[in-house]
């Protein structure tokens, strides 16, 4: 079975500063999606980023960029110019291309200070 | 555009009680999908839908736990005899399928006396 590991319970960032948040996945397929949630306070699940396997190029979207390493299973995120209203909870997940079935990491808790 | 809907947002329920939890999905996705969340953790999978089938239901704990999907729109989530244990937030979320993401909704927060 698929597993999602965030090693990063708890990280925090200076606003305006540049942070990342791991993540690693276990899995033996070769043909998946990857995706980094943001879930803040309010509760609703946002997405943030969607990486596709099978493209090299790592998927950017303004502030928020990936380094996708599929040789190491390893899927970053990194949040520049960091805004307070990046303080959130965010959840790396996966989902191979067969099943339909989403896995998600247990989350890394982001704080913003100003 | 409406979004996943969730209702109640909020249930609170004595120990033993029958519980329904409503998700409205965007109109047009095919897969629905519950998941629960306990406080400081990650979405844990219950049950997925595609259409009116439930194509993967591994994730329900026990057989207390029931979910229908009739016409493939709204789903309903079904909890008998409730216990304390079963105090969280149970999310729905709603995709089109293939490699797209899912839409959640804010979720019901169910709270076990």
């Known amino acids: 079975a698929q597993t999602v590991t965030q090693s990063q319970p708890e990280m925090s960032v200076q606003e305006a500063e540049t942070v990342t948040l791991s993540c690693t996945y276990d899995?033996?397929?070769?043909?998946?999606?990857l995706f980094w949630y943001k879930q803040p306070p309010s509760r609703q699940m946002i997405l943030v980023i969607r990486q596709e396997a099978y493209k090299q190029q790592n998927a950017t979207e303004n502030r928020f960029s990936v380094n996708f390493q599929k040789a190491a299973k390893s899927f970053s995120l990194k949040i520049s110019d960091s805004q307070l209203g990046d303080a959130a909870m965010y959840f790396c997940a996966y989902k191979d291309n067969y099943g339909q079935n989403f896995v998600f990491g247990p989350g890394t808790r982001l704080s913003v200070l100003p | 555009g409406a979004g996943v809907s969730q209702t109640p947002s909020n249930k609170v329920t004595e120990k033993g009680k029958y519980v329904e939890l409503r998700c409205d999905p965007i109109s047009g996705h095919t897969a629905l999908y519950w998941y629960r969340q306990s406080l400081g953790q990650g979405p844990e999978f219950l049950i997925y839908f595609q259409g009116t089938g439930a194509a993967d239901d591994s994730g329900l704990p026990n057989d207390r736990f029931f979910a229908v999907r009739p016409e493939g729109s709204v789903s309903t989530l079904k909890i008998q005899r409730t216990e304390r244990g079963d105090s969280a937030v149970y999310l729905c979320?709603?995709?089109?399928?293939?490699?797209?993401?899912?839409?959640f909704g804010d979720g019901t927060r169910l709270s076990i006396l």
């Open positions: 979320a709603s995709s089109p399928g293939g490699g797209q993401p899912q839409h």
């Open positions: 899995t033996s397929e070769s043909d998946y999606y």
